[in-house]
């Protein structure tokens, strides 16, 4: 095998069911890239043999690896375990349930291949869609995206997205500045420190369909994810005021 350029990460919970399709459906789309690649299940301690699932996988597939928390930490804490563990130039991530389009992410990563840092595929801009949404999960996300322009300079329309794509060593550079673990805490945090240093950043249209069918439950809830974020918020906020001095 060649030395990696891309990592993929793929936080994981309760996903033993979609670990094949999900697996077989990356290694399709990024075919061309087998020998320079590694796809990292981040599993935030499963109890349904998720963990288990990944390893029978990676038995055919030896880019399929696994990446295994001690206790749960949130979706967060489980995408910092893949960037700690990636090897890749480029990290790109996905969600486990297919909600968003692997074909997408290949399109994320030949940005990166143009000479951007941070790649985000975005719901809400022009020609960007979302089906089956709730409609509060749906104005809460907006909500955040917006106060994330307002207040935190970052100029993207989907900030709070985890279907994104950037160097590596972005992670790295900022990491020791990012104290969150939750959704979408962290990424805002690590979006906010990439956009104030003035790092190319790209958003591109994506269209997002919430959890297949028969492919498990979200694991996000709006109400839990709502008080650490405005706290993140304030503390952010004020960060900037003083960066600006």
């Known amino acids: 095998m060649e030395a990696i350029k891309l990592s993929i990460i793929v936080p994981v919970y309760n996903e033993k069911q979609v670990i094949e399709k999900t697996s077989d459906k990356l290694l399709a789309a990024f075919q061309k890239f087998h020998n320079q690649m590694e796809?990292?299940?981040?599993?935030?301690?499963?109890p349904d043999g998720t963990a288990q699932e990944v390893l029978r996988i990676s038995e055919r597939s030896p880019q399929v690896q696994l990446v295994q928390h001690g206790k749960?930490?949130?979706?967060?804490?489980?995408?910092?375990?893949?960037?700690?563990?990636?090897?890749?130039?480029?990290?790109?991530?996905?969600?486990?349930d297919l909600s968003?389009?692997?074909?997408?992410?290949?399109k994320i990563k030949n940005k990166l291949d143009e000479g951007y840092?941070?790649?985000?595929?975005?719901?809400?801009?022009?020609?960007?869609?979302?089906?089956?949404?709730?409609?509060?999960r749906d104005i809460g996300s907006r909500g955040m995206n917006l106060l994330c322009r307002m207040l935190l300079g970052i100029k993207l329309?989907?900030?709070?997205?985890?279907?994104?794509?950037?160097?590596a060593k972005l992670f790295h550079e900022y990491k020791s500045l990012i104290s969150s673990k939750g959704?979408?805490?962290?990424?805002?945090?690590?979006?906010?420190?990439?956009?104030?240093?003035k790092k190319k950043m790209l958003e591109l249209p994506i269209h997002?369909?919430?959890?297949?069918?028969?492919?498990?439950?979200?694991?996000?809830?709006?109400?839990?994810?709502?008080p650490p974020f405005l706290?993140?918020?304030?503390?952010?906020?004020?960060?900037?005021?003083?960066?600006?001095?």
């Open 100 to 106: 968003q389009s692997p074909e997408d992410l290949l």
């Open 208 to 226: 997002f369909k919430e959890r297949e069918d028969g492919l498990g439950e979200s694991k996000i809830s709006i109400q839990k994810e709502v």
């Open 157 to 167: 329309t989907d900030c709070t997205h985890t279907f994104r794509g950037f160097r």
């Open 72 to 96: 749960k930490e949130g979706i967060g804490a489980a995408h910092r375990a893949g960037y700690e563990s990636a090897r890749g130039e480029y990290i790109l991530c996905i969600d486990a």
């Open 39 to 46: 796809i990292l299940f981040v599993d935030d301690n499963s």
């Open 231 to 245: 706290r993140l918020l304030t503390k952010l906020f004020l960060k900037r005021i003083t960066l600006k001095r």
């Open 117 to 136: 840092d941070l790649v985000i595929g975005s719901r809400y801009m022009a020609n960007g869609k979302q089906f089956g949404k709730s409609p509060l």
């Open 183 to 197: 959704h979408p805490s962290f990424q805002v945090e690590f979006s906010f420190w990439i956009a104030n240093n």
